[in-house]
């Protein structure tokens, strides 16, 4: 089994430097933690001191409400110190509104798969849940969303408006178990925003084999998923493994769904600017239900396309740049303009310096820059620069001398273009 050493992402932590707060609380081992989380008041930031924290209970409950103006928030002292081991079916259950964790490695130590289910279980009131800049592995699905019934009536009530951004998500060897296998696999909510995460090797090594790197399902509403490098073979390959959805499987019943009714499973969602990398044994994309698509100015490499499905399936499929097609099926009926399909790992190899290792450094890009349909939602690239040259590229980068060239995601204002070399842990130079 290969250790993927920390950082794995150089780019995405090296100007990320948290910022001191009056309400510090400083602790440094598992019961202070514990301790430091159930007494959590608004404003509070708990700083874990550097080292490893194992976790042996069913949970850790965040349940306090933070506020708009006064976050709770959980981080690290310095990005890289804090390790995170939890023997347990979920690791934080945030059930408060306002909580945030950044710069974590969060692993889960099962001794059977099925036993690590979650890194972190948003639920019910935790709208506006902020994760960033952590390392999750170990899990099945290591962002697990969905409604609770604590409404009115026993209602449910789904958190909304939670950030998910720049973090890596991985499994060292594909998951014995028959349970899901999604890394974000999110069951309703509105407004959900997933961007600049590196997603890979989200395998399922039992049951049907069929995993999901992402999705918004349950009724969902105007997800964002953007900026996401999914590459779902690189320390190992086999089973069914496909990119970001809208749909996933789909869900049931209707009464765990926004609105009592699971169909559409999403409307209005936005999926623009990712790199999907390797997915060979399925699609890189796939639409399930999803009203009011926008599947935009994506990439997607070694994957078997697009494909759009179901009645309630609507939209646009426009600036894609990709190997295999894109399929409306049973029903879906959506618009297509300015796509480039069908291309072959020749094509590829023609256009770019090394695809495969998601650098996509252009060598020559006569069949797609300049000729994309301009876009009301794409007004930036993969790298975040923005498409302003006036003749916007088809595909995830512009390539309009910003010098975004593909490699590991970046925050806006860094420099983008990271290549790399295809080693766990390594990139190259960023450019």
């Known amino acids: 089994m290969t250790k993927l050493p920390w ?26 933690l514990l301790a430091a989380i159930a007494a959590a008041a608004p404003g509070d930031t708990i700083v874990l001191a550097p080292g490893v924290y194992e976790v042996h209970q069913s949970k850790i409950a965040c349940e306090a409400a933070g506020a708009a103006d006064a976050r709770i928030v959980v981080r690290a002292a310095q990005p890289g110190t804090v390790t995170i081991r939890f023997d347990a079916v979920e690791g934080f259950h945030v059930r408060g509104p306002f909580w945030e964790f950044a710069d974590l490695d969060i692993e889960g130590i099962c001794a059977v798969d099925s036993d690590c289910e979650h890194a972190f279980h948003v639920t019910g009131d935790a709208e506006s849940t902020h994760i960033h800049h952590t390392r999750m592995h170990g899990f099945n699905a290591m962002i697990k969303g969905n409604g609770e019934p604590i409404g009115p009536n026993g209602s449910y009530v789904w958190p909304d408006d939670v950030v998910i951004e720049y973090n890596e998500l991985y499994n060292e060897a594909p998951r014995d178990t028959s349970n899901p296998v999604t890394p974000l696999d999110i069951v309703g909510g509105q407004r959900w925003r997933v961007r600049g995460n590196f997603i890979h090797d989200h395998a399922k090594g039992g049951g049907d084999n069929i995993s999901y790197a992402a999705f918004f399902k349950g009724h969902s509403k ?210």
């Not at 009592?260 to 499973?265: I, L, M, N, T």
């Not at 239900?289 to 100015?297: F, H, P, Y």
């Not at 996509?360 to 930036?380: M, R």
């Not at 390539?399 to 983008?416: A, I, M, N, S």
């Open 222 to 431: 105007d997800g964002i998923m953007e900026r996401n490098l999914v590459v779902c073979e690189l320390l190992h390959s086999g089973q069914i493994r496909l990119g970001l959805s809208l749909g996933g499987g789909g869900t049931g019943p209707d009464s765990i769904c926004e609105d009592g009714a699971c169909k559409p499973e999403h409307e209005r969602g936005i999926v623009r600017n990712n790199l999907i990398v390797n997915c060979p044994a399925d699609v890189g994309m796939y639409i399930n239900a999803g009203a009011d698509s926008t599947i935009v100015n994506n990439t997607l490499y070694n994957t078997g396309g697009i494909d759009m499905r179901f009645a309630q399936t609507t939209g646009v499929v426009h600036n894609n740049l990709m190997m295999g097609k894109i399929r409306d099926r049973d029903g879906a009926a959506t618009t297509k303009m300015n796509n480039v399909t069908d291309a072959t790992l020749a094509d590829f190899a023609a256009w770019f310096v090394d695809p495969g290792k998601y650098d996509f450094a252009l060598k020559d890009g006569a069949l797609f820059v300049d000729k994309a349909l301009a876009i009301p939602e794409v007004t930036d690239d993969y790298c975040a620069n923005a498409r302003d040259d006036g003749a916007p590229d088809i595909g995830a980068i512009e390539y309009d001398g910003d010098g975004c060239v593909g490699g590991l995601p970046v925050e806006p204002g860094e420099t983008g273009g990271g290549g790399t070399t295809g080693e766990p842990g390594t990139t190259g130079d960023a450019g």
């Open 7 to 32: 950082p794995v992402l150089p780019l995405l932590v090296a100007l990320h430097a948290p910022l001191a707060r009056a309400a510090d609380v400083p602790v440094s081992d598992v019961p202070g």
